[in-house]
């Protein structure tokens, strides 16, 4: 018998090793999108990432991060964005060290937390500071660009064809490390692509090279894109084109018109045609879900005054047409409005997915704002490990949604909407089924202690429509009404339970009636308090005769 196992195993040992040199680039991690819902999976298990994002350089020394683990896991975290840099993953043109990625690995699995990987290539937040030493000391192999100046500056050029070279090299032996050590486990969920990709600080380059190509005729893939859809195109995107009456004959300025934003557009599609081919040789060796992020501009700065040509919503068509190994495109918000960016983002069927978003105290009423109303597949709080006040509210707004996660991410709700609210902003609505969602915050009750205060707790939260009639509601600081859109009928509440789940199983607390529910006008989440709350309502007819 022993003999028999042991001769299984050895088998199963064979399969491994040879798939695994042979190449089975299958990671079994997808970005699905079905009937207008999305999700990612992990061999076939939906999957909502509660993420933060390591501070830029927390990753670079194991020693260094090795306290953050365990506050990291007590913070109800299930993935940690984690840099890998070029530098120090090939400190010479002819050697790797993937020591650092192999502890991230392991260390990760010991806190049953997984990863997405940040690979610090020829890019970070324009720059190029991530390349290794020896290519920054052969400028005349790794070119760079020039400032308004024409001083060179720590920057590759997209044009660089040794430097794109070496970035697929890197990015692609990186994947593989990634396959032959993971691919079991799946710990490492996706990778991003360059780290906002930007161009500074003009709309585009400007070597003899980048001259002639945006004075030669537009690339023959754009002109098909534009001829093939130019009914779908995002209105900025059309509407510029309709300026030069949808040509798409001739050099750049001839198809877009000749100004700054045409520069951008040209930059993009070379920045993305860079990013496609780095994609796509890490995918030849391993298939996670790939995405790039974009720094989103200040209000009223023209291209150049902001880094320029990245994944931004303006040149959606054009990413996207040019990078279409890219899975996703995604914004990093240091700008308050949420809610104005994440509608561009969802444009052009495009997931939604926040790898940086500032770390403060609203961040944590935002994560049920982008999961709820458009349905993210993960969020992640930028320097995770930095910010201790925010943490607090943060570990409870995870703390639901992991436990609302398997209701959330089984994709089978009727309706599901999330809400961040201010004093400024103080009222949304939503329409599910035969009612209307009221949400207010809740210092417009006049009984709240912050009512009359200048500045009030941001508040957030999300309602899943489970049935018809019955609603799991989450979240802090939030009123909650509802109303028939039929006039003919009054809804009020049946009963408003208080629940938890735990491993999967809803269970019951508070029966929430009384003061709770305002004597059934309304459901409500103090400002301070955080729940998750199930509701049934019910019908009856407007008039009395
Ligand atoms: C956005 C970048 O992507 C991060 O790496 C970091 O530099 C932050 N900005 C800093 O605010």
Redo the contacts with the bound molecule.
């Keep these: 018998m022993k003999r028999i196992l042991a001769l299984v195993l050895i088998f199963y040992w064979i399969i491994a090793v040879t798939e695994a040199q042979v190449g089975n680039n299958l990671s079994g991690i997808r970005i699905s999108k079905a009937g207008g819902r999305t999700s990612l999976s992990v061999d076939g298990k939906p999957f909502l990432i509660l993420g933060g994002e390591l501070g830029?350089s927390s990753a670079s020394n194991a020693n260094y991060l090795r306290p953050y683990w365990s506050l990291l896991k007590e913070m109800n975290l299930n993935t940690l964005l984690v840099p890998v840099y070029w530098e120090l993953i090939q400190p010479e043109e002819n050697r790797f060290d993937f020591s650092l990625v192999d502890t991230m690995i392991l260390t990760a699995r010991k806190y049953d937390i997984k990863l997405v990987f940040l690979w610090f290539g020829t890019w970070?937040?324009s720059m190029s500071c991530y390349a290794p030493l020896w290519m920054k000391t052969n400028p005349a192999v790794y070119t760079r660009t020039a400032d308004t100046a024409g001083r060179s500056q720590e920057l590759f050029s997209v044009f660089g064809k040794a430097t794109l070279e070496a970035d697929k090299k890197a990015f692609a032996a990186l994947m593989k490390h990634i396959r032959l050590t993971d691919q079991r486990e799946k710990t490492v969920l996706m990778v991003q692509v360059e780290?906002?990709i930007g161009m500074l600080p003009l709309a585009r380059e400007y070597s003899k090279k980048a001259d002639s190509l945006y004075k030669a005729p537009i690339p023959a893939a754009l002109k098909y894109l534009l001829e093939l859809n130019q009914q779908n195109l995002i209105p900025e995107f059309y509407q510029k084109w309709e300026k030069q009456q949808f040509n798409t004959k001739g050099n750049w300025p001839s198809v877009f018109g000749d100004d700054v934003y045409t520069e951008e557009i040209f930059q993009a599609w070379h920045y993305a045609s860079f990013a496609q081919e780095v994609a796509l040789a890490g995918k030849k060796e391993y298939d996670l879900p790939m995405f790039v992020?974009a720094?989103l501009p200040r209000p009223g700065k023209l291209p150049g005054q902001y880094p320029s040509a990245g994944p931004l919503p303006h040149l959606m068509d054009i990413w996207q047409a040019a990078a279409p190994a890219i899975d996703m495109l995604s914004p990093?918000f240091?700008n308050p409005d949420t809610r104005y960016w994440c509608d561009r983002y969802v444009r052009n069927n495009n997931t939604l997915f926040i790898p940086?978003i500032q770390f403060d105290a609203s961040t944590a009423a935002k994560a049920f704002f982008v999961i709820g109303r458009y349905h993210a597949i993960g969020f992640s709080p930028?320097s995770i490990e930095n910010n201790k006040p925010a943490s607090v509210s943060l570990t409870r707004a995870y703390d639901i949604l992991k436990q609302l996660s398997p209701v959330i991410t089984a994709n089978k709700w009727l309706h599901m909407d999330g809400f961040f609210l201010t004093k400024k902003e103080k009222e949304d609505a939503s329409m599910m089924g035969d009612f209307k969602l009221r949400v207010v915050h809740y210092n417009t009750m006049s009984w709240a202690s912050e009512a009359k205060d200048s500045v009030w707790s941001p508040s957030g939260g999300i309602v899943i429509q489970t049935a018809p009639d019955e609603f799991l509601i989450a979240g802090t600081g939030i009123v909650v009404e509802f109303e028939n859109i039929d006039r003919n009928k009054v809804t009020n509440i049946l009963e408003a339970t208080e629940v938890s789940y735990q491993h999967g199983v809803r269970v019951s607390g508070r029966r929430m009636n009384g003061d709770e529910d305002h004597q059934g006008r309304h459901i409500r989440f103090p400002v301070g308090e955080w729940g998750i709350q199930h509701v049934k309502l019910y019908n009856s007819p407007a008039r009395i005769e």
């Design positions: 830029n970070k937040n780290n906002e992020n720094a990093d240091y940086e930028f």
